[in-house]
């Protein structure tokens, strides 16, 4: 079969359920990173299928409405401003592309995962953000052993690390909203580190968009209501399992007159 590098595909022996793509071949291995969810992946080229180019619009970036809170009204509208640090391009690229269409005042940042934690205070220092995400590539590394153990995740100890350093800026976790983590991460130890969401409470992987799903609605709720929880977790790709966290209220400041 001609995969070449740049291809999507999906796999045989898990029933075809994700496309990737191939991002190198090297020594007949083919490497893979998942279009939707947050997961990278290698195989040989005998369990791999073809697949269509995937359109980019997904089933969350069509449902986002382009509201204009200036409109609404007398009032006006000021939403959360979200800081979104992420350890892949095209994961954070897509994200900001939903915050541009919910109208949620947003600013990216592309650092490795374990490199977040020295450059987030400053980065807090300079944008002052209401939501901080916190993101990239995780694993659970089942062949090393307990689940409870960070040691065993590829990248969970990195999100906590940076997690402490952004509590460190602020402490409140109402004042600043830390949403954490990424494929399969070590859920608990991120909650404890001060994360006020986090994944992967059943360590199953998380769609592209999550992390910005959760942000926008944080944003784009008035801070005298509320969140339903549940809700909330609800509208991300897998709910309770691929993500969790605290009751809060919304973030967005409201005022009168227009």
Do not use: W
Request: glycine letters at 6%.
């Amino acid at each position: 079969m001609d995969i070449k590098k740049g291809d999507y595909v999906s796999r045989k022996s898990y029933d075809n359920d994700i496309v990737f793509k191939v991002v190198n071949i090297k020594n007949e291995i083919y490497y893979l990173k998942g279009q939707d969810v947050r997961l990278f992946a290698d195989s040989f080229v005998s369990d791999l299928v073809k697949e269509k180019i995937p359109d980019n619009e997904d089933e969350f970036e069509i449902s986002a409405e382009n509201d204009d809170f200036a409109l609404r009204g007398d009032f006006f509208y000021l939403p959360a401003k979200v800081l979104h640090i992420d350890g892949d391009s095209e994961y954070l690229d897509r994200c900001l592309k939903y915050y541009k269409n919910m109208n949620v005042y947003a600013v990216g940042k592309k650092l490795e995962e374990k490199n977040i934690y020295k450059e987030i205070i400053p980065l807090l220092e300079q944008y002052r953000p209401d939501i901080v995400i916190i993101t990239g590539h995780d694993a659970f590394l089942k062949k090393k052993g307990d689940k409870n153990d960070i040691r065993n995740y590829k990248n969970s100890l990195s999100f906590v690390n940076a997690i402490k350093m952004a509590r460190k800026y602020e402490k409140s976790h109402d004042k600043l909203v830390i949403i954490a983590g990424a494929c399969q991460s070590d859920y608990e130890e991120l909650i404890k580190a001060g994360a006020n969401f986090a994944s992967s409470p059943k360590r199953i992987n998380i769609h592209a968009l999550d992390p910005a799903i959760i942000a926008s609605n944080l944003a784009l709720t008035e801070r005298s209501q509320e969140i339903d929880l549940i809700e909330l977790l609800n509208k991300t790709k897998y709910g309770k399992d691929g993500i969790g966290g605290l009751k809060s209220n919304g973030l967005m400041f409201v005022g009168y007159p227009r």
